[in-house]
């Protein structure tokens, strides 16, 4: 039996004694078998639908930003998980390219406050499921074509990107034949860390967990948890190493320390060649 049928079995029986009491919407959070097609399913995805079509249609910025000054960087939208020099929440040159009335879709898909979405940023087009599900814990970037079925819980946080094309699936289906003859689907969480950066067309499967600081590399299929600190790449995903001290570095002396370490990266290459 396999971990993720194991998962199953014991959700199953976790909730035996009240499955027929709950709604499908609440089965898909636990992970139980559900029908996509209840009407208040259907609803609440129709609602999505209208809203990230506004959204994947709507203007970008009317103005442009103002050039640097001398001395000043750009503040990042999706650099940093916290207030530290040249990060997201630090000083510098700030510039809103989604604009308002993006912005203001945006929160409406996810259910959220506008104030919360200050520090994300995400190219059209976007597409989910339902965009409740979906919990961004601070600042966030997304390339183009990003999708995430939010079928169950999505968390994401603080400082991570996302290449173009990346691809979360909460939502699932059991290998048994009988449960989808019979319309039932499945879905498991997703959560992914803080600072994390998921290379484009990277695939994350239902029920996984990557933790802090990682780094996926283009094309990888996640079919199993990657521990905070670690590069995975291929499919399915391996972590191929763990980051080094200057790559946790943080702040302003993160900066310099990032810099000497890919001095010291270049020239360990360059004495190989």
């Not at 396999?2 to 199953?12: L, M, N, Q």
């Not at 640097?68 to 998980?81: H, I, N, Q, T, Y």
């Not at 961004?136 to 400082?159: H, K, Q």
Request: proline share 5%.
């Amino acid at each position: 039996m396999s971990k993720t049928t194991e998962r199953y079995s014991e959700i199953d029986r976790k909730f035996a004694d009240r499955f027929d009491q709950l709604t499908s919407s609440e089965k898909a959070i636990l992970g139980l078998p559900y029908v996509a097609n209840d009407p208040a399913m259907i609803t609440a995805r129709l609602r999505a639908r209208r809203l990230l079509k506004r959204f994947n249609n709507s203007p970008v910025s009317s103005v442009d930003p103002e050039p640097l000054k001398a001395g000043e960087r750009p503040k990042g939208v999706g650099g940093s998980a916290d207030d530290t020099p040249g990060g997201a929440g630090s000083g510098g040159v700030e510039f809103d390219a989604m604009g308002p009335e993006r912005r203001e879709i945006l929160a409406e898909l996810l259910g959220v406050e506008r104030s919360s979405l200050d520090r994300v940023e995400i190219e059209p087009p976007f597409w989910c499921d339902y965009g409740t599900n979906i919990h961004l814990e601070g600042s966030f970037a997304a390339n183009y074509n990003v999708t995430i079925l939010d079928c169950a819980a999505v968390r994401i946080g603080s400082g991570t990107v996302f290449g173009p094309m990346v691809q979360l699936y909460s939502g699932t289906h059991s290998t048994a034949i009988a449960e989808r003859e019979h319309g039932l689907e499945r879905a498991l969480p997703i959560t992914i860390g803080r600072n994390c950066w998921l290379g484009g067309c990277t695939i994350v499967q239902a029920g996984i967990t990557i933790g802090d600081n990682c780094t996926i590399g283009a094309g990888s299929v996640v079919t199993h948890d990657i521990p905070s600190n670690s590069i995975a790449v291929g499919s399915p995903a391996r972590v191929i190493r763990t980051l080094q001290d200057w790559e946790l570095a943080r702040g302003a002396g993160g900066w310099d320390a990032a810099s000497k370490g890919l001095g010291r990266e270049h020239q360990a290459s360059s004495s190989k060649e």
